[in-house]
């Protein structure tokens, strides 16, 4: 179930690079990945997702730049302030976006629902919410 048709702005830190999201989809998740750390400087990365058809860059697509690890997954980042936007996984699914909740500028109706990659998270890390808790991703073992 997605979420009603609402307009969500969206931007990095300096505002050059502006989106859009028209639905929100269900699956939002901390991830908590070496590579999200270290992308991010934090102890976990918070992404939601977005049909392809539900995200619209508005401004500042010249100054979008990326990133493709050696796990080949993409992420995309503001090339003048740095801000993480967006996240392609190694499939290349190109169906459903993944953009970082915390460059949202509007409120949403939805909360994460999940912690992924717990299985390297930081060990000075203590997850203390009831969220389900992922090895890896969301088919992997979930930790009791």
Known sequence: MTTPQRIYRGSCLCGAVTFQVIRLQPKMAHCHCSMCRKFHGAAFATFGQAAAGDFQWLTGSD??????APNKTTRRFCGTCGSSLTFTPPSGNDQFVEFTLGTLDSDIPLAPDAHIYVGSKANWVEISDSLPRYIEGRDSELLK
């Open 63 to 68: 100054k979008i730049q990326s990133y493709t």
